[in-house]
């Protein structure tokens, strides 16, 4: 009985131990799971010294093994809207401001120069397919252009020219007194839109009238010029005259003065021989298209007499001969004195092909919208060696603004005795150059 219950007891002892020793062993790993655990501490990051930072670079995708091709090209830049005929060319009409077909007008793009088309006898027009969408415009003197209109391929594209004007006006003498019989002249005209209309300057036409009047229709509208002469009595200009289309400009009166009279003796250049049967004339630059001074031819002993050149303000002459160059004389002045006196070398034609000799800066101009350009320059003349260049725009000669100075103005004053300096400011892109030159013989 003892032994039984001595058994039993270490029985229960063994197996409380066993229990203590369990409990033992799985408590650390519940409170591991149930209590919260702390974040990680990371060692501290040593910073590199500011010299070497490099600096952050944005982040890129691992590189794959794989052929890179390169960039692809730009886009090209959108297509003008074309309609869904553009496969075809385009066809209009140009009509003029009573509706009527405007045979052998000029149609061009203004967006793309190289497209244009003549009308033909009853007005049409054919532009190729690359002209869908463009602005067109149309040009026939002598109505005014016709407004830009945008044209398409299988649309009904007309044109329509806007209306012509017209100049009214007179001719009289200092005293007021109306010139009977006069030449008269366009000397320059700016036309309003982008049309040529060539043959408009220094068309010429006599004029009598007891009155002195005068009325010229038919003018494409646009900013004009006119210069008139008469028998002893050197060319004189108008004020600018503004033409708006299908209107009459307000009345016009030109002045014509009293000429004065040119005398000297033209001999040849070498043996100082007189030259007979030169001719003596005033030269275009001065006569502007209306030229009623007849020319002088000299004598025996190379005596000539010129009547009617300008009394007032520099002019040239033009000595010519069938066996000589061809003579420009400018800067000449008769300073109101009625008379005076220039003698004239000429030289034989050589065989290097020149066949008119001037002094001046060898440059010749025209009148633009911006005002008067020089439109060429001659290779080795003073103008071309300061570097002046065709496009560049005069804006003043010696000091003065050139926009109050006509064309033919300009044109004097750059002209004038060999060895003499001019100088000249031109516009060339926004950037106004002073140049001097020496004036200098020019032939070509």
């Not at 602005?135 to 002598?142: D, E, G, R, V, W």
């Not at 603004?401 to 006509?406: E, S, V």
Request: charged fraction near 20%; proline fraction near 11%; charge should be negative.
């Amino acid at each position: 009985m003892a032994e039984s219950w001595t058994a039993g007891a270490q029985r229960r002892a063994w197996l409380s131990a066993a229990l203590l020793s369990a409990a033992l062993l799985i408590a650390p790993f519940l409170v591991w799971l149930l209590l919260p655990r702390p974040a990680p501490v990371m060692p501290p990051r040593r910073e590199p010294a500011p010299a070497l930072i490099a600096p952050a670079q944005p982040e890129r995708a691992a590189p794959r093994e794989v052929e890179v091709e390169p960039p692809p090209p730009p886009p090209p830049p959108p297509p003008r809207e074309t309609t869904a005929a553009s496969a075809g060319p385009v066809r209009g009409v140009v009509v003029d401001p009573e509706g009527r077909p405007a045979a052998g007008a000029t149609i061009r793009c203004s967006d793309e120069p190289g497209l244009s088309a003549n009308a033909d006898a009853e007005g049409r027009f054919e532009l190729p397919p690359e002209a869908d969408g463009c602005t067109a415009t149309a040009a026939h003197p002598p109505f005014g252009d016709a407004q830009p209109t945008r044209v398409a391929a299988g649309g009904e594209n007309v044109l329509h020219l806007i209306g012509a004007g017209s100049i009214t006006g007179e001719v009289v003498d200092p005293s007021g007194r109306p010139v009977e019989a006069y030449l008269l002249a366009i000397e320059s005209f700016l036309p309003v839109g982008s049309g040529a209309h060539a043959g408009v300057n220094g068309r010429a036409r006599k004029v009598s009238d007891p009155s002195g009047a005068f009325q010229l229709d038919d003018l494409a509208p646009g900013r004009y010029v006119l210069t008139v002469s008469a028998a002893g009595r050197p060319p004189a200009r108008s004020a600018p005259i503004d033409v708006e289309a299908g209107r009459a400009a307000r009345p016009v009166r030109i002045v014509l003065p009293q000429g004065a009279t040119l005398r000297g003796r033209v001999v040849d250049a070498e043996s100082r021989a007189p030259v007979v049967e030169a001719q003596v004339e005033l030269d275009s630059a001065t006569s502007s298209g209306a030229n009623a001074i007849s020319l002088a031819l000299t004598d025996a002993n190379g005596d000539y007499e010129l009547q009617g050149v300008p009394a007032s303000g520099p002019f040239s002459v033009r000595v010519r001969h069938e066996q000589y160059m061809t003579k420009i004389v400018p800067g000449l002045d008769a300073r109101g004195t009625g008379s005076m006196r220039a003698d004239v070398e000429i030289r034989l034609l050589g065989d290097g092909g020149s066949r008119e000799e001037l002094s001046g800066i060898g440059a010749m101009l025209s009148l633009s919208p911006s005002g008067v350009t020089i439109a060429g320059v001659i290779e080795g003349g003073p103008a071309a060696l300061a570097g002046l260049a065709q496009g560049d725009v005069i804006v003043r000669i010696d000091g003065e603004p050139a926009a109050d100075l006509a064309l033919a103005d300009c044109i004097q004053r750059l002209r004038g005795p060999a060895g003499t300096r001019v100088t000249v400011g031109v516009d060339r892109g926004g950037r106004v150059l002073d140049v001097t030159m020496r004036r200098d013989v020019v032939v070509h």
